[in-house]
T-cell receptor, first 112, second 111 residues
């Protein structure tokens, strides 16, 4: 069974630029999560989708971050414009049961 | 007060000994508790989850939950160098399905 796929794996941009991340969850997993993990901290949930509907986006900075999950499968997370404090690893996870989350390899973003 | 608190470590344990990792949480209505392992530069992977008070064992790992004390722990028996990693405690609160992670405890197993 293929795992959660993410791309790109690494991205370096300058502040005020925009960036987008892509996630393909495990086939059949209805729940998809985007997390931000800053170095030395635990993952922080940005947004949770159930199929293509948003379940929780309470911690998503909506003035600069947006996410969508078209057709209930792939998802993209966008940051526009980026700030220095957005430097982090962005993790996508998916779940079938809502119990176990399977994480992708993450995208390491550096904002200069 | 943080919602999920862990000692950041590092916790150094000799090979073959028992490693004990602890976590406290603030939401008294929390229902589900998880332990994830994260190797440096890698993504978290689930080790165990527990819902009920008491102990749950899986191989060398034992999760312990005490809801009255709002405390969850992970014991690793016969610690191996490959257990060296950061261990993240995660809690699903009472109000929603969102899982909140602690900052993790860094565990180092010394040969």
């Amino acid at each position: 069974e293929a795992g959660v796929a993410q791309s790109p794996r690494y991205k370096i941009i300058e502040k005020r630029q925009s960036v987008a991340f892509w996630c393909n969850p495990i086939s059949g997993h209805a729940t998809l999560y985007w997390y931000q993990q800053i170095l030395g901290q635990g993952p922080k949930l940005l947004i949770q989708f159930q199929n293509n509907g948003v379940v929780d986006d309470s911690q998503l900075p909506k003035d600069r971050f947006s996410a969508e999950r078209l057709k209930g499968v792939d998802s993209t997370l966008k940051i526009q414009p980026a700030k220095l404090e957005d430097s982090a690893v962005y993790l996508c996870a998916s779940s079938l049961s809502g119990i176990e989350q399977f994480f992708g390899p993450g995208t390491r973003l550096t904002v200069l | 007060q943080k919602e999920v608190e862990q000692n950041s470590g590092p916790l150094s344990v000799p090979e073959g000994a028992i490693a004990s990792l602890n976590c406290t949480y603030s939401d008294r209505g929390s229902q589900s508790f998880f332990w994830y392992r994260q190797y440096s530069g890698k993504s978290p992977e689930l080790i165990m989850f527990i819902y009920s008070n008491g102990d749950k064992e899986d191989g060398r790992f034992t999760a312990q939950l005490n809801k009255a004390s709002q405390y969850v722990s992970l014991l690793i028996r016969d610690s191996q160098p490959s257990d060296s990693a950061t261990y993240l405690c995660a809690v699903r609160g009472s109000s929603a399905s969102k899982i909140i992670f602690g900052s993790g405890t860094r565990l180092s197993i010394r040969p």
